[in-house]
């Protein structure tokens, strides 16, 4: 079926000049100005026809110029809206305002916008401008402008390819998914799903604590052919979800990626941290900041309960996962309908100060792969607000005896986390006033989280739109060169917060070898420390290690206290797991356990089985299973 010629088949002849795709989108473009402006009735009577996203824009030759057009939206829009910049994507005849008060650019019930489109025929989209100006995210909007006429020609290519054998009646016989990573193990998550027309991949990580080729996925399997592959879908941006993505597009992979905007910023710097990372420890990158911009030019990026089509059988809908900002559970519906998945990723099943609980209402579903980090009985994560006053308690006394906390952190959502908890308390006058330096690339990810509050917790949402931005409050310095940082190795007492969370490389390795053999001084583990990693040692009791110290190998004493603190975890606890599967709608037919320690996966599957009645397979890594 041909679905261009069905939509333009249902309107005006002479209305549409064009016709094409943006992804699974549908764009008309026409050059007739009265269609334009009103025949907005006749579309959605197509979109409640077609079941898909159409969008009706100007052909260039009868849009308002830019310098008409600018002048017209600083007429039209308040100036309390504080306009931040105009951009022009000509190639799509859309504008985009940018204001540190978008919703007085929107308007009531949009009417601010419709007037700009009214009157300038172009097709105004709005930006929130980040309270902290990022870098990466200027950098990527860059990309994206600079190759807008690729990216056209790209998400077209998408849209014929999902929509040439579009038939909403054709029935998928089989679907099976294979694990290349994070099967019995907490690291380089990645799975293979395929039906006879698809093949996708499901997130693309790596084991930042593991050693040669245990670090990375399987992919040198029959089944894995990257010319193959019709999508990528990623779940959130910590390395081990999304870690090996741009090694995938230096390999030659030329199609899209699917994830949320927020997901898009961060996966970017972590990726070009990861390069850096990867120069300070003297070896060769996996790929280069080239590679990332391949990765961004590919992307296609949906807000949470958007659905779109990634294949002609596959549709795709991401919701919250309350685990880290603009992470999501992906509802995969198959085959029109056959068979829906819930791949969860990481979820947290609770409030948190940062985010809100992750959704556990779907409209279909018969499988679920779910994590399982603190899967194990054991695992049963204290009360939040005993969690929050151990960590007060833990900082006064230190500050007490004249030492220095740090906190290694993962640099997405973790952080923040802890900062918001630091934040308050000092507000309150809970703890004590002492510095809190942020290292590492945290306050990057400080700004992406101002770009897009609309993905936080409705609390912190309400608090970044009535200025009241706990990111950038008085109690945190950055620290951002080697001079600054030897300013609080040898300054007094004070926190800080630095990246790696498991002492892998970055900022908090290095503080570690300085503040480790002085007793008044506390580390606080607030995140999970893999099976290998610096952090687990430490976490398990080792008394001393070897580290280069100025390009020399030394031995360091740890005589620091040492605490871990579990509650933080922007995972499900073992109670939240069983919760989230008690409650959610409507009742799977299986659940498929990975992202935990074999026991772990083992443990939370006996209980499921045991609770819910249903069934549930612990796969073991490249073991394929057959869905349907």
Known sequence: MDILKSILDELPKDAIVSAGFEGAN??????????????ESKIKSVVDKIKKRIELRAESKILKSQEETEKKIREIVPAEADLTNIIFDIQRSIVIIE?????????????????????????????????????????????????????????????????????????????????????????????????PNSKILLDCGIDVASQGTDKFPYMDIPEFDLN?????????????????????????????????????????????DFIGVAYKQATKPLFDSTDIKEMV????????????DVTPDIRLTFYNSGHVLGGALCHLNIGNGLHNLVYTGDFKYAHSRLLDPAVATFPRVETVITESTYGAKTDIFPPRKDTEEKL????????????????????????????????????????????????????????????????????????????KNPFVSEFFSRVGSPQERKNVIEGGPCIVLATSGMLVGGASVEYFKE??????????????????SLGRLVQDGVKETKMIVEGREEIIKIEMQVETITGFSAHAGRNELLSFFNNIRPKPKRIIINHGEVSKCLDLASALYKLNHVETNVPRILETLRLR
């Open 392 to 467: 007060i308690d833990l900082v006064n006394k230190t500050i007490e005896r004249k030492g220095k906390v740090l906190i290694p952190e993962l640099g997405l959502g973790r952080a923040q986390e802890t900062m918001l908890v630091l934040e308050d308390a000092m507000a309150t006058g809970k703890l004590k006033k002492v510095p809190i330096y942020i290292d590492g690339m945290i306050w990057d990810i400080n700004a992406i989280h101002t770009v897009y509050p609309d993905f936080l917790g409705s609390k912190i949402r309400t608090d970044i739109f009535q200025d």
């Open 515 to 532: 503040f480790a053999s002085n007793p008044n001084n506390s580390l606080i583990f607030v995140c999970y420390q893999g099976a290998g």
């Open 297 to 308: 030019k590919h992307s296609i990026c949906l807000n949470y309960n958007e659905v779109t």
């Open 99 to 195: 204001a540190k008060k978008p919703g007085m650019v929107i308007g009531k019930q949009g009417s601010v916008l419709q007037e700009v489109r009214r009157q300038t025929l172009w097709l105004p989209q709005v930006q929130r401008s980040p309270a902290i100006p990022s870098k990466i995210t200027e950098n990527i909007r860059e990309v994206l402008y600079e190759n807008n006429s690729y990216r056209k020609k790209f998400l077209n290519n998408i849209g014929n390819k999902i929509y040439k054998e579009w038939n909403p009646e054709k029935v998928d016989e089989w679907i099976r998914i294979t694990f290349l990573g994070g099967a019995r193990q907490v690291g380089r998550s990645s799975f293979l799903l395929q039906t």
């Open 26 to 39: 549908i764009v008309l473009y026409t050059d007739n100005e009265k269609f334009f402006l009103e025949g």
């Open 228 to 272: 193959q592959l019709d999508a990528i879908i990623i779940s959130h941006a910590h390395l081990d979800h999304v870690g090996l993505l741009p090694y995938l597009y230096k390999m030659g992979y030329k199609g899209p990626v699917y994830m949320t905007p927020p997901t898009r910023d961060i996966a970017a710097l972590l990726a070009l």
